[in-house]
């Protein structure tokens, strides 16, 4: 389709490594008038390429002098990268919808019209059965209020949107359930619906993404979404819609590809919760995108992907974002990722350094070819998301993590810089003072992990399976047997969603673990064979421990003079578990709760557990307020609970407490031993009925046995995929502090998986990449590492590159370094080779 050079002859193909582009920079600059495209072009030529938004689907008013400007410098640039950045969950409903069905959205689910509603234009009142369907004052800013589609209802009482008519909301009058409403707005125009035969449903939203943004709709990508009256789902729609963009006499023609932003495999917005929920098929209920316990949206999403590429052919770039588990998994239809911050958005500690490695080379193994992802380097904090100030060996290792999985970068992060050079470039892109593109040349191998150097604390017993070692394998509901020179482990019962398993006593000898594992999977039925089960591999938790994110507890509210009840997120109240939830510079896995106060309401939220109290057991956990709370809340209190048999509740602690600390407390068991009983916890507003900031949390709850010792290490795990085919997957796990964990085993579906080459270092996973003209070190850990060169590479020199002004000039000093190199905690190193 396209006329212009072929990918693999772009500079980020064949100019060698680091390869590096340009963001969303170029986008933003693009659109403003007082920029001229001389001055534009110098900015952003300096790299291998630029991407951005130049259609209007999400950010208003971009599409004309972008898309120039954007045809312009691939018109002057040939050889560079031109990729578009593109919104793959929703789209802006005021931008050209015109060819979509009414139901080709996704909804929440709504109710019917009390009274009958005439055919007239401007604002009126809905009379419906349930107004608490339905927000105002939401999205982003808080300042929206939810799009409505108003439909007739068939004869079955299904949603019919051949009939239909899309509402803006203005108002919501709760005591007398009454919307008040703008009619015939985005290209509809008024009609009657009658009572009791009439559905109206709020759209499945996010965003706005900018003051001057719109609510954005979600796409109905399920393969059950219903069809408009010429039989086209959604996905059919868009897909012909793109590839009249990117088509002979489209306004993308001259580009290399698009990159999806977002484009989910199973996410959806808070708004999905409680009594409304998301309708993916159109009939009015809640399905959340599943269909007989199939995943219909997500497949949908890949079989928008499939036709995508089925259309434009193999000579345009297809990605879309990777940097989550609930991301798509178009694998063999798209090129490969954008991972938004690595190893995510808003982990610049690094604690999910192995899943974003597991992540990468799956999709350089399986991508279609040419492979081509990146890394978008960039961090947020706080609901703002405002950049965090970190040190520049943060920075380094993730542009050094890009290097071994075969990523590009480009970045929304920019370094310190002159302000007559907008963006700035890292030192480590271009060899700073240097300004050298591909200065490391093309790699000489794959990336060394050194801690495969160290003894395998497994004994080899991971690759041969001899049957005392396959006993220490255990698992609910889970077989093993083996398979030549695998272990073949599938579910008993052929209905069960998932395989659970752990591997108990692997040995450790200091705070690393490094363990490496290939598995390969048989499909899931119903879904397409080469879309990977996703799997989890993490240290087991300990017995007694209770906080677990695969493991939700019960959870509920009581408002002030009322029954218990369900959360309800209309009334603010919430439980959310937190990997690692960070007070005053400590991070503790965590719930965090927070009483109910939307609306006015008041009273406490609580999560509970059954537990089984060892001999002399006692409760530890820790308690802790958030950074706000103690200049706006007045404190929280928190309460713990116990009963047996659901007899009455027997208080065991209550504390009120405002600090940005973890508080530890400990509480004696030993009166329950050998009892299993129900713990819960609460956190309460407070005698003052002042919920404001209750931004509470319990840490590290576990029952354990005073006279045992405890178990000293933090329960984690990582993911990685597992398809048809063998794949390798590592995981790293730091700051243990005793002399053996258990493995634990989490992988989608009942069908068989089969495990191979299993093995266990002790070691820290240090990692370096050998180029043509340089070379990458990278130490993840904790602590310090040092690399002996002169026995990595005998008789090889190398110096430091020669860093610019406002960069790390103390580490890029441009000076040589000797036989070895330290690296402290989480800091990496880019070198250049002085001697062959």
């Known amino acids: 389709m396209k006329t212009h050079l072929p990918l693999t002859c772009l500079d980020l193909f064949t100019r060698g490594w680091p390869r590096a582009f340009f963001f969303r920079a170029s986008e933003g600059m693009a659109a403003n008038p007082q920029v001229s495209y001389q001055d534009w072009d110098r900015t952003f030529a300096r790299l291998c390429g630029i991407e951005g938004k130049v259609l209007d689907e999400e950010v208003p008013g971009r599409s004309k002098r972008n898309v120039e400007f954007f045809t312009r410098f691939k ?214 995108g599943f269909h007989d316990g199939l995943n219909v949206y997500g497949i949908g999403v890949y079989e928008f992907c499939r036709l995508l590429r089925e259309r434009l052919g193999d000579d345009v770039l297809l990605l879309a974002d990777g940097h989550s588990p609930n991301s798509q998994r178009a694998f063999g239809q798209l090129n490969g990722i954008e991972s938004e911050g690595w190893p995510t958005l808003r982990d610049w500690d690094f604690r999910d350094w192995s899943g974003g490695l597991n992540r990468h080379f799956y999709w350089d193994a399986f991508g279609r070819r040419p492979v081509f992802s990146y890394f978008n380097h960039k961090y947020i904090q706080g609901q703002e998301g405002r950049y965090p100030d970190i040190p520049f060996s943060r920075h380094r290792l993730a542009l050094a993590a890009a290097q071994f999985v075969n990523a590009a970068v480009t970045y929304s992060l920019a370094p310190p810089g002159a302000r007559r050079e907008m963006p700035p470039v890292w030192d480590e892109l271009w060899a700073g003072e240097e300004q050298k593109i591909g200065w490391l040349g093309n790699p000489r191998g794959p990336a060394r992990r050194l801690a495969r150097e160290a003894p395998d604390q497994l004994k080899g017993q991971g690759r041969t399976w001899p049957e005392d070692f396959v006993r220490r394998l255990s698992g609910e509901g889970v077989r093993f047997s083996k398979d030549g020179a695998a272990l073949r482990v599938e579910a008993s019962d052929p209905k069960a969603t998932g395989l659970r398993f752990r591997l108990a006593r692997v040995p450790c000898h200091g705070p690393d673990l490094f363990v490496a594992l290939t598995m390969r999977a048989a499909p899931r039925k ?239 996973d240090v990692i370096l990449r050998d180029f043509d003209r340089g070379l990458v070190l990278a130490n993840p850990t904790y602590h310090e590492f040092t690399f002996n060169l002169a026995r990595l590479f005998p008789g090889q020199e190398f110096r430091r590159i020669r860093g610019t002004a406002r960069q790390d000039r103390q580490t890029n000093n441009g000076r040589p370094v000797g036989d070895t190199v330290a690296l402290g905690e989480r800091d990496a190193l880019f070198l250049v080779r002085v001697s062959p």
Not at 166 to 175: G, W
Not at 653 to 677: C, M, P
């Open 526 to 764: 119903g879904y397409p064979p080469n879309m990977p089960r996703l799997a989890w591999v993490g240290l087991a938790r300990p017995q007694g421990y209770l906080i677990s994110a695969e493991d939700p507890p019960r959870t509920g509210l009581c408002l002030r003079g009322k029954e218990e009840s369900d959360l309800d997120p209309a009334t603010g109240a919430s439980v959310r578990y937190f990997p690692s939830r960070t007070l005053a510079g400590d991070s503790r896995e965590a719930y965090f709760c927070h009483p109910p106060w939307r609306g006015g309401v008041v009273g406490y939220t609580f999560w509970e557990r059954d537990v089984a109290v060892p001999e002399k057991g006692v409760l530890r956990f820790a308690l802790g307020m958030g950074e706000l709370s103690p200049q706006r809340s007045d404190g929280v209190v928190f309460k713990v609970l116990l009963r047996r048999d659901h007899g009455a509740w027997v208080k065991l602690f209550e504390q009120t407490y405002n600090e940005f600390r973890w508080q530890d407390e400990e509480v004696s068991l030993e009166r329950w031993s050998g009892q299993t009983v129900t713990l819960r916890f609460v956190t309460d507003c407070g005698p003052k009925d002042n919920s404001t900031t209750d931004h509470s949390a319990w840490a590290d709850v576990r029952v354990v046995s005073a006279q045992a010792p405890e178990r000293r290490y933090r329960p984690v795990r990582f993911m990685t995929f597992v398809g048809p085919a063998d794949f390798e997957s590592t995981f790293t796990f730091r700051r243990i502090e005793t002399a053996a964990v258990d493995l634990e085993f989490v992988i989608e579906g009942a069908e068989p998986v089969w495990l191979r080459n299993l093995s266990a270092h002790a070691a820290p």
């Open 75 to 288: 018109s002057q640039h040939p050889r560079q990268l031109v990729l578009l950045h593109y919104n793959g969950n929703s789209r802006d409903p005021r931008d050209g919808i015109e060819e979509y069905f009414a139901g080709h959205w996704v909804y929440y689910t709504g109710c019917r019209l009390t009274r009958d509603l005439p055919a007239q234009a401007g604002e009126a009142e809905l009379h419906v059965e349930n107004s608490r369907l339905f927000r105002t004052k939401m999205g982003r800013y808080g300042d929206k209020n939810e799009d409505l589609g108003l439909c007739l209802l068939d004869d079955q009482g299904r949603p019919d949107w051949r009939f239909s008519e899309q509402l803006q909301l203005l108002s919501v009058d709760a005591a007398r359930n009454v919307l008040q409403v703008r009619r015939g707005c985005y290209g509809t125009k008024p009609r009657a619906f009658p009572a009791g035969k009439s559905y109206v449903a709020a759209h499945v939203t996010e965003g706005p993404w900018g003051k001057r943004s719109n609510l954005l709709w979600y796409y109905n990508f399920s393969t059950r979404c219903p069809r408009d009256p010429a039989g086209r789902t959604c996905t059919d729609v868009h897909v012909d819609e793109l590839a009249r963009e990117f088509g002979p006499g489209g306004r993308l023609q001259a580009f290399d590809g698009v990159e999806f932003d977002v484009l989910n495999h199973q996410r959806w917005p808070a708004g999905g919760r409680g009594e409304r929920g998301i309708d993916t098929d159109g009939d009015g209920r809640h399905d959340g």
